[in-house]
């Protein structure tokens, strides 16, 4: 078994399929609890600290709902980054652009830039450089058309943001279903992503999707498009909701 | 045609030409292709009794059907997924939460597992091993769940191959599966390896086992 030290790392390479080292000269975005191990002289500071004062910072990264989940690792030496034993996977986009969940995004070069995306729960890098996404198992890239489950879907690059496919058939047939009293609540199975155009959709497989802390405050900003009365039928129903699960 | 393996984790299965296939339920992790969805009952037909039955054992998942043209991706919770192509000659036993998707002309029924009646319906609690076990009979694929992957043990007759209850995932083969209980001293005072309890395998065929302690 080799031990591997500052000079034997896999520079800007993957350690294992687990675990990526990041040669550090300068400054990387790093998700918070993303880091498992460094070397060097390297300092991690929340990005809500530069970014009232370094405007660079702020530029690149625009997604204030985010903001509170990231550090700026800056210096010299090799930092390792790993998320719960999931496969981590390095991309590279050459002027592009790829949508990612934000709860899979480990890290990125500051020479790309954050945004927050449409769909609630992905974020948008664009330009170009080096960013870490983690996937349950390897990443399987197919090609559009393609229509994917919520859960599995780990992002998408170059095609236009999916639009929502009901499943009408079976929707019937649960409808049909739930009336005899032989099926359940419903699985996510009538409710698609659709993919169109020309592009990468990244899918992995899992069903399970971390706990995104951005996610409440990326839905708690579009529910200001509601009225009053409305905002109170979301609250009733969000509790009522919560209430049969917990039964 | 079986199932492609994408990765570990992953199957694709390729509609078509009256192919259909069954698969839990929220396993499906996006398709191409001009494909329809719709949900069945779980397994175990036969009628009141194997309903009745199922419910009892805890072998029964919410499943659905594909049908159409194109190709679909299976996968659940990051589960390593095993192929097993069956010849119609040998029927399979799994427990039903480890089955993933198989094609749909092949039968699954509920089967009672061993023959040792309520003591061994008490020690069957005890290892969280199921009495009743889902047997899949025909000829076709099979995609199985399971925590770190599969490996095939081979049963020859006149051997007994000992699996730990929990690694236990499926066999294959004209077997017969019991469960014994080998309580040793240590265990009798708490000591114990936790391997009191053991799944006896004879006659012909392969058991698959998985790496890990884990049930699902």
């Known amino acids: 078994m080799d031990v591997l030290g500052p000079s034997t790392l896999p520079k800007g390479d993957n350690v294992n399929p687990y675990a990526f080292c990041v040669d550090l000269a300068g400054s990387w975005f790093i998700g918070r609890g993303a880091m498992i191990a460094y070397y060097g002289d390297v300092a991690f500071r929340a990005v809500t600290a530069y970014a009232s004062a370094d405007a660079y910072v702020a530029a690149r990264f625009s997604s204030p709902a985010h903001v509170q989940d990231w550090v700026v690792a800056e210096g010299t030496g090799q930092v390792l980054l ?111 992503y659709d993919f169109t155009g020309a592009g990468t959709v990244l899918l992995q497989s899992s069903e399970v999707v971390r706990e995104d802390p951005a996610l409440l405050r990326v839905v708690e900003q579009q529910t200001e498009q509601l009225t009053d009365e409305q905002a109170l039928v979301l609250a009733g129903r969000l509790r009522a909701r919560v209430e049969q699960r917990r039964g | 045609m ?156 006149g051997e007994v191959v000992v699996v730990d209850p929990q690694a236990y995932v499926a066999s294959v083969g004209a077997l017969s599966v019991e469960l014994r209980a080998r309580v040793g001293w240590r265990d009798a005072v708490g000591r114990g390896s936790g391997e009191a309890f053991q799944l006896q395998v004879t006659g012909s065929g392969t058991v698959h086992v998985q790496a890990s302690e884990n049930k699902l």
């Open chain 1, 82 to 192: 790993a998320d719960r034993g999931f496969d981590v996977s390095s991309f590279d986009l050459d002027d592009g652009n790829l949508t990612v969940r934000a709860t899979n995004l480990l890290g990125f070069a500051p020479t790309l830039a954050l945004k927050q995306s449409i769909v609630p729960g992905f974020v948008t890098l664009l330009g170009t450089g080096t960013f870490l996404a983690s996937s349950n198992g390897p990443v399987i890239f197919v090609e559009p058309p393609f229509r994917a489950d919520p859960q599995a879907l780990l992002g998408w690059a170059d095609c236009p943001s999916p639009s929502i496919h009901h499943d009408a058939a079976w929707m019937a047939a649960s409808l049909a279903g739930a009336l005899r009293g032989a099926l359940g609540r419903v699985s996510g199975e009538e409710r698609q």
């Open chain 2, 2 to 157: 079986p199932f492609e393996s994408v990765n570990g984790k992953v199957v694709r299965a390729h509609l078509g030409t009256g192919r259909t296939v069954l698969s839990r339920r929220g396993a499906m992790l996006g398709y191409q292709g001009e494909v329809a969805f719709r949900p069945v009952s779980g397994t175990g037909g036969g009628g009141v009794r194997g309903v009745v039955g199922a419910a009892l054992a805890g072998e029964s998942q919410p499943m659905m059907a594909a049908t159409g043209s194109g190709s679909v991706l299976y996968g659940l919770r990051g589960l390593h997924v095993t192929v097993v192509d069956l010849d119609g000659r040998s029927p399979l036993l799994v427990e039903a939460d480890r089955l993933l998707a198989h094609d749909a002309d092949l039968q699954t029924s509920v089967q009672l597992i061993g023959s040792g009646g309520l003591r061994q319906a008490v020690r069957g609690a005890a290892t969280g091993q199921g009495l009743f076990t889902t047997r899949v009979a025909g000829a076709g694929a099979v995609a199985l769940l399971s925590h770190g992957g599969t490996f095939a043990l081979p049963v020859r007759p």
